[in-house]
């Protein structure tokens, strides 16, 4: 693994704001020896490297499971949509919702 990166170089890198990196490593997004790694020993504030590639990896993951939950979950059609005459009365029940 290839920690190359300081915080700002992989903030520039990443095209966030340093608020949101350390935001996602607070939250367990990030993570330490995966994402990060300190540089230095006994600090109590040491300097992050950070692995821009692995970090990538790990917003695309998180796009795509924030993605996946807000798409709306599929509503069967009503019961009379399918016999014809009836089609309209169930698209006044359900304003919005195509057949």
């Known amino acids: 693994m290839e920690f190359t990166h300081s915080t700002r170089e992989a903030c520039k890198a990443l095209r966030i704001s340093d608020r949101t990196l350390l935001r996602l490593r607070r939250d367990g997004v990030l993570r330490p020896g995966d994402h990060f790694r300190a540089a230095g020993a006994g600090l109590q504030r040491p300097t992050l490297l950070w692995?821009?590639?692995?970090?990538?990896k790990a917003l695309?993951?998180?796009s795509r499971r924030v993605l996946h939950a807000q798409r709306p979950a599929a509503r069967p059609c009503a019961a009379g949509a399918s016999s014809g005459g009836d089609a309209a009365?169930?698209?006044?029940?359900?304003?919005?919702?195509?057949h």
């Open 51 to 56: 692995n821009v590639p692995e970090v990538e």
């Open 60 to 62: 695309a993951r998180r």
């Open 89 to 98: 009365a169930a698209a006044e029940q359900e304003p919005g919702f195509f």
